[in-house]
Structures are given as structure tokens and as C-alpha cells.
């Protein structure tokens, strides 16, 4: 077969090929792997070869996903490969282990095509974070390609890959995926085992699937879910997950809350947010405006919470047993020198803004009080689906900004989480699906061009399900041309 | 050199890495909480303690804060405040002059015991002396002990004990300001510890001054106390709610389980062995305090139903106890005799077959070389004489060869008697029962 046709392929599609014989798993590991070779957007700061591509991989393995291959994000732990969290302080370090989520994978026969680009430790909406320097988008490469997991979103959108593993705390699944024109979907906290995965905030870190479409997304969450006895608060999806096949919405409620949508959304981004609801209305569902009173406190909320986490999740990084070490004089230097030298400036800000934020004397004002907006946002989650079966957001109030344009203001930049930070703390499923093109704010630099935005819809604990079928439904009528993206 | 015999790969806080929580411990803090007469928490939760040291890789500790699994118990007359779940620190080698990590050449990380869980149990200030903190700690050790959840050894550090010291004027209901003595290896310094240190306070508050409160390190060479006080070890912790870790919520079956599988507790033990058994206070508490000194006597009283327990208490922890000692110190665990043996001796010994001075001797050759008593008895003829016919003859003859004190006696002397004990004892070689002989005597002098 035509390797165009291949490397043109959906994960989905990709596998029917290989199970109908048209293409080895070995044609197709080698095909993509030569691929990846062409990545000229800084998406993968890894890439594998021949070799190391199966790993840990069984290669008998059978299974609807066998030998369709798989970019992951740096953040997760694969035996003896880099993996670095886009971070200087881990260059060089090689984990003894794979995580769950790509333990899981390699089970089923996923070979690893390379470890992608991101903002160090999964802090940043850009990638500009990245100690490695940023991913592009492959759209416009002179925008972001969006954050945390941007290397994930640029080469599935830039056709580097047929799929990838993204991680999602306050957003980095979604976000980069509307930025990029593709599928971004987080899962249920829980849903997944983060064991394995380098931790940013542990009580809202999950991994999620980066996908052409929703099928894949589905396909490759059906592998992911599941409980593990490494990680305690993973659970699994009860009744686990099957490939969507709705066509219509008919019966189901889409709520918008009317405070959070009505703050700054570009006026392009809010044409394609109004088309797409349009879309919802004629496959049958109904729209309605509701009330997330809390969500517009989310960024604040989230601002203190995971960086309070990260402070100390970070702390094990001080030169003593892995990774980078800077002096040796004595104790106290080992510690400053190292973590002074090696992690990068965003990193260093969430440091002290955690560290303070638990210091004696500030935790009730500031850890507590986050918790208490964490909860009441919880509340208003609970009390929005006892009227409706999904909230509908804009996955971001821009389409991707420029490279450069908001590292000089971290609070802007922490703006664009706005949309889905709140479904985050929460711990409900959201899916990023790409809805439509829009000319950036301000007409933008360089090749210019309108870029794709992204559509949000959250359902309630645990309905992935529900939440598949209905972005299926959808992106079917949606029927988003990605091509602008590939390289 | 060992490395790494007791960690996992995820011990040392890899990145990625989770805590998941040790069922067993929980069970074991279970039963703690209900040997402790504690009431357990119907959901408790971890916290992440924040530091930066070596002796914990992931620079934080897993520890119970505001919500411990255990609280409010008892233990004799000592009220529990808590008792929580915690992991454990790797342990630190500092090598250099200074023994700590400030000033050290080089130091080492032994990370095989950092992360195993760790139950602390705190006290409410109930302890008024040294004497009573070591005879409290006993009772506890004793007890955790019984319940098989720990080795309980202060040496290898399975055991630990930091102590609040604070004193405070006679009838005065506040506690003054309290100092805190870290990680002390044995009950005898702990008390020494803190008499050194309730001594310092009161001399310190009699001329004018005042407690810092601070951390102190007694050393037991000295009898000294030192301020471990430096900028480094104020700490900030930054207690935070473990994220990692769902809550413990124990359920019926559970707190049931831990209630049935609770042992006849030290402390019960010593009331039966003194109130039901007759046994005396004192051999009572020592054999209730260390397990196996328990099974041991109960060894020997089951050995034939004439055995008192006071008699069979007494050889134990007196006679037996005594002679393990003096032959190179022997721990019971492996001394040559077993509990049928001794409670054989002891058999033969109430059963007056053999003379108490000659069961000594067979009991010294027993713990020697493990020999059976009865084969002991039998080959160096320790029998007793029990034809009181021979006996009379022999009590007779006494009297014809000590005409002194013979006479001594008859006018009056009855403490000359024991020449003529002697003398029948040295002619049956210890063999005769020494309350026979006297009567006999007593009889054939006209008394």
C-alpha cells in the first residue's frame, strides 16, 4: 500500500489496515518512525528508533491497537528512555520502569515512536516553558502550539504521529488540542493510573489521549482506563469504554455557563462557539444557559492548589540521587545550587508560590481557602448536571497566540486556563474537539492564516461514555478539515 | 557492604513514583489502637511533612497530622493522646568527627528501612519520674510486643522513645515550658535522661531562669545534656494533605478482626498470674513483661499438676533465671533447658525426691549441658533418703560424735542444732530432707 495513505491514517483506521493485512506492524513502526525524521517543529525531544520504538512492547500481542504507534509525553516514565519532564534538572536521567498508562500500552502492542516536547513539569499553557525551547504549531509556526502537552498536540495535529499521551491538570490535555486542530480529551480523575507519571499536582494530574478524532480517543482510553494497585486513588471506568456510534443528540441537554462564556472571548472564537451550537441544536439536542457561580474563581483556586502541590512534589529534585547535580560543597549548596540552576523560571515561581501558600500561618488563607472554592465548584458542577447532561464551554478564549506574545505576564498567561481549569478541580471528564478556524485577535504575524478552535464539553463523573458518544455525534457534523496542519 | 536488600525499585522516590497504603500496617495499627483501648478514626487521613534532608527522598514525610487513626486510650494509668500511621526516614551515616551531617566528611544513606510504616504513640502528660516513664515503657514494650506487630528492640531501633520533659510547681495545674530528648536507645537512659533533665529545670527555675523549649541530647557517658538547637532544624513542615493517598476508613469486619486477634495483654497476665495463680507481685510482672519468660513458666506448671505455681514462678524467675545468667549470660530463646525439664526439677524438688540444695546443683548441671534431671539425680545419687530408718541411725550417731553441741542443745542452745544438721547432711551427702533430720534430732536430744 501507498505509505501516504498510512501515514494519512486515523489510529482507527491504521489498525484495520494492519488487522486486514494491507500493511506489517513492522512496515507501519517503519514508516512512521521515518516519519518522525521530519519533525522541524521541536515536537519530540526524544525520538526512538528500530529498537527502542518496542522496547518493553509485546509484539505478539493481539488487540484491537496492536502496532499502531504512540507519541508520549515526556512526563511519563518509560524503562531506560529520557525522560526529562522538558526539565534540566532530569536531562540525562533514565527511569528504571514505565509508567501504567504506557506499561499498559506496550501490553497491547503499542510500539513508542518518541517522548514529546512540553512545558517543564506540565507548568506552562504554551510549551514556551520547555527547557528544550518550545514545539511549534505546525499550523502557523509562529504561534504556540499550546500547554503543557503541546509536542503531543503539534505532531498528531502535524501528522508526526498517529496518536499521543498527553497528561491534563488544568487544562494541558484540551487546551493544546484546540490550539493545534485536533482531539484532546480528561478522563475522569481516577480513570487512569498516574503511577509513573512525573506528578505536577497529584490531586488533579490525569493522563488523557491526544487524537486525530473522538474514535481514537476512545480506542485509546479503552486501553487506559483501568484500576491500578500502584496508584490508590485510581479507579477505573465502571463498565469501561466502547467506540461511539451516536449520529444524533437527540434527548440530551448542553448547558453554557452564561458568567464564565460572557468573560473576553474573542469575538472569532465566540462565531465558531455559536456555529457549533447551532450544530447541537440541529442533531437534536437542546441548549440551555446555566449558572457555574464559583468557576470564574477557579484560576485563583487552581493557582494555589497546584502549585502548593508541586512545591512538594518538586522537592525530591535536589541532587542527591538522580538527575542533576551542581555542587557538592555541602548539603545546603547541593540543594540551592542544584534546584537554582536547574529548573527553570515558571518552575521556580510555582515553588515559591506553593511554599508560601503552606507556610504556617498562610495555609488557612490561602491552601484552605482554595479548598473551599475547590469544593463549592464541585457543588456547582453537581447542581449544572442535575439539570443538563454536558457544559459547553470554548476550550480556550483565544486561538493560539503568538510565540513570545504573554511570557513577559504569567497572570495573562494563566488567563488562558480559564475554560478548563474548573472541570480540572472538579474532576469531571472534558473533551477538547476541534469546532472550526478563526482569525487570531490582532491579525497576528508571520504566515498569517485563521487557526482552529476548540470546543469543550464536560459530562459528569465517570460519563466518558456519554461524553464520547455525544462529541462523536458532533465532530460528524462538525466535519473539521485538519489538513492545514500537516507538515 | 549490603546494598539495597529491603527497598523497591519506587522506595527511594524515583520520579513518578506513589505511596499505596500497607495493608498490614493498617491492620497492625488496628490492633495497637485497640490494645491501647483507643478509639479509631472512622476515616483518617496522611499528610505530606515537608523537608529537605537526605534521609527522606522524596523530602517529605507520609504522616497522620490533625486526624490520627487511634486516639484517646489507655495503658495502665497513662492516658494515649494518639497513635498514628507514619513511614519511616532512611537512616544516615555521617562519617567525620563531628557524627552529624553538619561538619561531616562525607555522609551515607542507608535507605533500607526509609518508607516502611511506623506506628508513634504519644502519651498525655501523665508520667511524673524516670523511674515511672521506664516502668511504663516496659509495660508498653511488653504489650506491643505480645501483639506480635514489632520486634520492640530499642538497639536496633524498632523501638524509639523521644521524651517531653516539663516541670511545674506543686498543685499547679498549668505545664510549664517542656525541652524534648530525641531517639533514646534504652529504657535505663531514658530514665537517667530524664531525671538529669527534671533536675536541670527545677535548678534552672529556682535561680531565676527560664525553660527554652528546645531539643536536648542526654549522653549516657556523661550523665550530660546537650542543646541539639541549630538554625538548620527549625523547620516550617508545610503539613499538607497527602494527595496520594485515599482516606483509611475501616469497616466493621476490620475493627472486629483486630478486637478478636487481641492476646491476653501483659498487664491481664500478671493479674492472673498473681490474683488466680498466687504467683508473687514481683515474679508476676516479670513474667508477664517478656512473652517468652510467660510461656516458659507456663511450660513448667503444665509439666504435672503438683507443681504450685508460686514454687514453679519462683525457680524461674529466681533460681533458673539466675543460673542462665551466670553461665555466660544465655538468653532464654536458647537455653539448653526445656520447660518440661524444669518443671521435672521442680517435681522432684516439692516432691521432696530431692533436697532444694541438690535441685541448685542439678539445675547448674542442666543449663550446662541440657541434661535431663531425673538421669541427673539417678547418677550422682542425689535421692533422698526416705527409709527414715537409715535416717534415724544416722541422726543418732551425729549425737554420739558432736557430744558439744549435743549438749548445748539440751541446755537450752537451740541454735547448736544446726552443727548437727551439718553433720547428718555431710554423712547422707546433701540427700536427707533438712525438716526430717531436725525432727529427727529434735526427737532423739528429748526436746
Keep these: 500500500m501507498a505509505e501516504t495513505e498510512l501515514l494519512a491514517a486515523t489510529a482507527a483506521e491504521t489498525a484495520a489496515l494492519i488487522e486486514g493485512g494491507q500493511v506489517s506492524r513492522e512496515e507501519c513502526l517503519s514508516a512512521w518512525l ?15 528508533d528500530a529498537e527502542s520504538a518496542v522496547g518493553t512492547v509485546d509484539q505478539d500481542a493481539g488487540g484491537p491497537i496492536a502496532g499502531v504507534p504512540l507519541a ?47 512545558d517543564e513539569f506540565a507548568m506552562g499553557s504554551s510549551n514556551e516553558n520547555s527547557a528544550y525551547g518550545p514545539a511549534l504549531n505546525p499550523w502557523d509556526r509562529s504561534r504556540v502550539p499550546g500547554g503543557s502537552s503541546g509536542g503531543s498536540a503539534a505532531v498528531v495535529a502535524a501528522g508526526l504521529a498517529p496518536w499521543a499521551l498527553g497528561t491534563d491538570t488544568g487544562g ?126 477557579g484560576i485563583s483556586a487552581y493557582y494555589v492548589l497546584a502549585p502548593a502541590e508541586a512545591s512538594t512534589n518538586l522537592s525530591r529534585y535536589d541532587g542527591v540521587r538522580y538527575g542533576q547535580r551542581a555542587s ?80 513577559s505576564d504569567p497572570l495573562t498567561m494563566y488567563m488562558a486556563d480559564l475554560f478548563t481549569v474548573p472541570m480540572s478541580l472538579a474532576g469531571i471528564p472534558a473533551i477538547s474537539i476541534p469546532a472550526g478556524m478563526a482569525a487570531p485577535e490582532g491579525g497576528g504575524e508571520g504566515a498569517g492564516g485563521d487557526m482552529p478552535v476548540g470546543f469543550q464539553i464536560a459530562a459528569p463523573a465517570f460519563g466518558e461514555q456519554k461524553l464520547l458518544e455525544a462529541s462523536f455525534a458532533l465532530e460528524k457534523a462538525i466535519d473539521f478539515d485538519g489538513g492545514g496542519g500537516r507538515i | 557492604m549490603t546494598i539495597r536488600t529491603s527497598t523497591l525499585p519506587g522506595l527511594p522516590g524515583p520520579p513518578g513514583v506513589l505511596p499505596v497504603p500497607n495493608r498490614k500496617a493498617i491492620e497492625y495499627a488496628l490492633l495497637i489502637g485497640a490494645a491501647l483501648d483507643c478509639e479509631i478514626a472512622p476515616s483518617s487521613i496522611f499528610h505530606r511533612k515537608n523537608y529537605f534532608y537526605p534521609d527522606n527522598p522524596k523530602a517529605y514525610q507520609i504522616t497522620q497530622f490533625d486526624i490520627p487513626i487511634c486516639g484517646n486510650g489507655r495503658l495502665g494509668e497513662v492516658r494515649i493522646n494518639r497513635a498514628h500511621l507514619e513511614e519511616d526516614a532512611a537512616k544516615m551515616i555521617h562519617v567525620g ?28 502528660p501523665d508520667l511524673t519520674s524516670g523511674a515511672q516513664v521506664r516502668e511504663w515503657g516496659q509495660l508498653l514494650r511488653a504489650t506491643v510486643k505480645e501483639l506480635g506487630v514489632s520486634d520492640v528492640n530499642m538497639e536496633e531501633g524498632s523501638l524509639r522513645c523521644d521524651a517531653n520533659v516539663s516541670v511545674r510547681p506543686v498543685g499547679s495545674r498549668t505545664l510549664g515550658t517542656k525541652t524534648e530528648m530525641k531517639n533514646m536507645n534504652s529504657f535505663r537512659y531514658i530514665e537517667r535522661g530524664i531525671e538529669a533533665e527534671i533536675a536541670r529545670q527545677k535548678e534552672l527555675i529556682g535561680s531565676g531562669g527560664r525553660v527554652v523549649q528546645e531539643t536536648l541530647h542526654f549522653d549516657p557517658s556523661t550523665g550530660e545534656l546537650h542543646s541539639l538547637r541549630s538554625k538548620e532544624e527549625s523547620h516550617d513542615y508545610r503539613y499538607m494533605p497527602e494527595p496520594d493517598l485515599v482516606a483509611i476508613i475501616p469497616t466493621e469486619a476490620m475493627l472486629k478482626a483486630a478486637q478478636d486477634a487481641l492476646p491476653e495483654l501483659p498487664a491481664a497476665r500478671a493479674a492472673r498470674y498473681r490474683d488466680d495463680l498466687g504467683v508473687q507481685d514481683s515474679a508476676a510482672l516479670l513474667l508477664s513483661f517478656e512473652t517468652e519468660w510467660a510461656e516458659f513458666f507456663e511450660g513448667v506448671v503444665a509439666h504435672d499438676s503438683s507443681i504450685e505455681p508460686r514454687v514453679a514462678a519462683n525457680w524461674v524467675t529466681g533460681e533458673f533465671a539466675a543460673e542462665l545468667r551466670k553461665q555466660g549470660d544465655q538468653p532464654l530463646a536458647e537455653a539448653k533447658v526445656s520447660p518440661d525439664q524444669l518443671g521435672s526439677l521442680v517435681s522432684m524438688v516439692a516432691g521432696k525426691r530431692i533436697s532444694h540444695s541438690s535441685g541448685k546443683s542439678v539445675l547448674e548441671t542442666m543449663v550446662a549441658d541440657g541434661a535431663d534431671p531425673v538421669a541427673v539425680v539417678e547418677a550422682q545419687g542425689l535421692e533422698q533418703i526416705s527409709d527414715s530408718g537409715e535416717l534415724e541411725t544416722i541422726v543418732k550417731a551425729a549425737i554420739e560424735n558432736n557430744p558439744k553441741p549435743a549438749e548445748q542443745v539440751r541446755s537450752g542452745n537451740e541454735k547448736a542444732i544446726g552443727a548437727l544438721v551439718g553433720a547428718v547432711m555431710k554423712e547422707t551427702k546433701g540427700r536427707a530432707d533438712g525438716g526430717e533430720v531436725t525432727r529427727l534430732l529434735r526427737q532423739h536430744l528429748g526436746l
Excluded at chain 1, 84 to 107: N, Q
Excluded at chain 1, 210 to 238: H, K, N, P
Design chain 2, 97 to 124: 568527627e563531628s557524627g552529624r551531617i553538619q561538619g561531616s566528611d562525607s555522609s551515607m544513606v542507608d535507605f533500607n528501612r526509609g518508607g516502611t510504616p511506623l506506628v508513634e504513640i504519644v502519651t498525655e
Design chain 1, 172 to 297: 494541558s490535555v484540551r487546551q493544546p488540542a484546540a490550539f493545534c486542530g485536533v482531539v484532546g480529551l480528561k478522563p475522569t480523575y481516577g480513570s487512569i493510573s498516574r503511577y509513573g507519571m512525573i506528578a505536577f499536582a497529584s490531586s488533579l494530574d490525569q493522563c488523557g489521549p491526544i487524537t486525530q478524532d473522538v474514535t481514537d480517543a476512545a480506542m485509546l482510553l479503552a486501553r487506559l482506563e483501568g484500576r491500578d494497585e500502584m496508584d490508590s486513588t485510581s479507579t477505573g471506568i465502571e463498565g469501561g469504554v466502547v467506540l461511539p456510534l451516536a449520529e444524533d443528540l437527540k434527548g440530551l441537554k448542553f448547558g453554557i455557563p452564561a458568567d464564565l462564556v460572557d468573560e473576553g472571548v474573542d469575538p472569532g472564537v465566540k462565531a465558531v462557539f455559536d456555529r457549533t451550537v447551532e450544530r447541537i441544536e440541529t442533531l437534536g439536542g437542546k441548549v440551555e444557559m446555566i449558572e457555574l457561580p464559583h468557576a470564574k474563581h
Design chain 1, 72 to 118: 508520549i509525553k515526556d512526563i511519563f516514565c518509560t524503562a531506560g528512555v529520557p525522560t526529562t519532564a522538558a526539565s534540566k534538572i532530569l536531562e540525562g536521567y533514565r527511569p528504571p520502569y514505565d509508567a501504567t498508562a504506557v506499561a499498559r500500552l506496550a501490553s497491547a502492542g503499542v510500539p513508542m515512536l518518541g517522548k514529546t516536547n512540553m
Design chain 1, 34 to 48: 521515518e516519519r518522525t525524521a521530519a519533525d522541524d517543529l521541536n515536537g519530540y525531544l526524544w525520538r526512538a
Design chain 1, 328 to 407: 557538592d560543597k555541602d548539603l545546603g549548596s547541593m540543594y540551592e545550587d542544584t534546584r537554582g540552576d536547574y529548573f527553570g523560571p515558571e518552575v521556580k515561581r510555582r515553588i515559591m508560590l506553593g511554599t508560601y501558600a503552606l507556610s504556617s500561618g498562610y495555609y488557612d488563607a490561602y491552601y484552605g481557602r482554595a479548598q473551599r472554592v475547590r469544593t463549592k465548584i464541585v457543588h456547582d458542577f453537581d447542581a449544572a448536571f442535575s439539570k443538563v447532561d454536558f457544559v459547553i464551554t470554548p476550550t480556550s478564549s483565544s486561538v493560539a497566540f503568538g510565540l513570545g506574545e504573554k511570557t
